[in-house]
């Protein structure tokens, strides 16, 4: 019983900034963890980021790392997706997920279009 609204994507120049928002509603937890995965055309769905509820810890995929920034905002209820020096390859639609214990929560996505 979570629902999870994706926000911020767009059509972008290679080179530009999006920024990812995603807010968290209904049924949520004390503790979890929070992060976004993408999926480009006709592949499989690939880690981007993550971060615990303290914001301390954060997890990047390497594609990314140094361009994009994973933060979040426990008294909104919101985790960011700050994108910088956006290639072409970042193309996808980007699911935010919400995991507490062995239970994972997903977004509907939000198309994320970088041109060259």
């Known amino acids: 019983q979570v629902q999870l609204v994706e926000s911020g994507g767009g059509l972008v120049q290679a080179g530009g900034s999006l920024r990812l928002s995603c807010l968290a509603s209904?049924?949520?937890?004390?503790?979890?963890?929070m992060g976004w995965f993408r999926q480009a055309p006709e592949k499989e769905r690939e880690f981007v980021a993550a971060?615990?509820?303290?914001?301390?810890?954060?997890y990047y995929a390497d594609s990314v790392k140094g361009r994009f920034t994973i933060s979040r905002d426990n008294a909104k209820n919101t985790v960011y997706l700050q994108m910088n020096s956006l290639k072409p390859e970042d193309t996808a639609v980007y699911y935010c997920?919400?995991?507490?214990?062995?239970?994972?929560?997903w977004g509907q996505g939000t198309q994320v279009t970088v041109s060259p």
């Open positions: 971060i615990r509820m303290s914001g301390v810890s954060t």
């Open positions: 997920f919400l995991q507490h214990f062995a239970s994972v929560y």
């Open positions: 209904g049924r949520t937890f004390s503790s979890y963890g």
